[in-house]
C-alpha cells in the first residue's frame, strides 16, 4: 500500500482535512500549523483533533505531518526573532500531541552572514529547549536547496545538528525530493547511492518521511522551486523509482506540487498507478 497524500489547507479544520483526504484517496496529509508566513493561529480545538484521530484510526491513514511556518527561523542573528521563533515552535509542538501519531516538519533555518557553525549552534540550542521527554510528537528537520544561506543544504549538517541535540530521539529527517536534487543529490541517476551517503551520514532510520515534489530546476541549482509530478528536471520516472524503491517504499509521501486539490488527487492516482505492491 502506497502511503501518499498532499498539502492541504487547515482552514476548515482538522477533521475537514481528514474528509479532504479521504475525497482524493490519499492516506495522510500535510498541513501547515498556522499561516505559513507565521503569525497568528486559531484557538485549539481539542474536539476537531479528537474527530481527526478517529478518522485517521479509521481509515488506516499513515501518519499525518504539519509543517511549521517558513518564516521560522531559530538561527536568525536577531535574538528577537529567535526567541519568537521559539515561541512559536513550542506552541505549535504542543498543539500537535492533540494528534495521534503527529510529525512536525521545519526548515532548520538561514543563517544569514553567520556562517553554517553559529546558525548549527543556534538550532541546537533552541531545540534543547524546546524538546521533551514527554513528547510523542516526532520532529523532522527538511532537507534544503540550499537557497541563500539555508541550513540543512547537505546530509552532514543535519547530522550535525541531530548529534547534537540531547533528546534526539524525538528528532527524525523529512528528504524533499525537489531541495535534494536542487541542492545537487543525483536521485535521478544514483538514487542508490544518494541513499547510502544518506545512511552512512545521517541513519537511514532517521528517514521518516519524503515531500515527493519536481523541480522546476536543474541538478545543483540551489533554487527550490516545486514543479508538478513528471512535468520537471526530476520527471516521473525517477519519482516513480522513488516511491518503489526498497528502503523507502513504506515511508509517508507527501505532494508538494502546484496544484489545487483535483491535481493532487490526479497525481496520487497516478503514482498509486505506479506503485509495485509487494
Ligand atoms: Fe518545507
Ligand atoms: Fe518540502
Ligand atoms: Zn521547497
Given at each position: 500500500m502506497l502511503n501518499i497524500g498532499c498539502h492541504l489547507s487547515s482552514v476548515r479544520g482538522y477533521e475537514a482535512m481528514g474528509k479532504e483526504a479521504l475525497s482524493i484517496s490519499a492516506n495522510t496529509f500535510q498541513f501547515f500549523t498556522r499561516n505559513p508566513r507565521g503569525g497568528d493561529v486559531k484557538p485549539m480545538n481539542i474536539a476537531d483533533a479528537e474527530a481527526l484521530n478517529k478518522l485517521l484510526k479509521e481509515n488506516n491513514f499513515a501518519r499525518v505531518l504539519a509543517h511549521a511556518p517558513y518564516?521560522?527561523?531559530?538561527?536568525?542573528?536577531?535574538s528577537g526573532i529567535r526567541e519568537f521563533a521559539k515561541r512559536i515552535f513550542a506552541e505549535d509542538l504542543a498543539r500537535m500531541?492533540?494528534?495521534?501519531q503527529g510529525m512536525l516538519n521545519f526548515h532548520p533555518g538561514s543563517h544569514v552572514k553567520q556562517g553554517v557553525e553559529t546558525g548549527i549552534t543556534f538550532i541546537v540550542d533552541a531545540l534543547n529547549g524546546i524538546l521533551?521527554?514527554?513528547?510523542?510528537t516526532l520532529v523532522l528537520l527538511e532537507t534544503m536547496a540550499g537557497k541563500g544561506s539555508e541550513v540543512g543544504r547537505n546530509f552532514e549538517e543535519l547530522a550535525e545538528i541531530i548529534k547534537r541535540v540531547?533528546?534526539?530521539?524525538k528528532l527524525g529527517v523529512c528528504l524533499d525530493t525537489c531541495h535534494v536534487h536542487d541542492a545537487g543529490y543525483d536521485i535521478v541517476n544514483a538514487l542508490d547511492s544518494v541513499l547510502e551517503e544518506f545512511d552512512k551520514v545521517i541513519?537511514?532510520?532517521?528517514?521518516?518521511?519524503i515531500h515527493l515534489n519536481d523541480s522546476k530546476n536543474p541538478l545543483g541549482s540551489h533554487k527550490d522551486r516545486h514543479e508538478v509530478?513528471?512535468?520537471?528536471?526530476?520527471g516521473l520516472s525517477a519519482l516513480v523509482n522513488v516511491i518503489n524503491h526498497p528502503q523507502l517504499s513504506h515511508l509517508p509521501f507527501y505532494l508538494e506540487t502546484p496544484n489545487e486539490l483535483p491535481g493532487y488527487a490526479e497525481e496520487i492516482k497516478l503514482l498509486r498507478k505506479h506503485f509495485n505492491e509487494k
Open positions: 518564516t521560522l527561523n531559530l538561527c536568525s542573528a536577531d500531541e492533540y494528534i495521534e521533551s521527554k514527554e513528547q510523542k540531547e533528546l534526539n530521539e541513519g537511514l532510520s532517521r528517514l521518516k518521511a509530478i513528471g512535468g520537471g528536471f526530476i
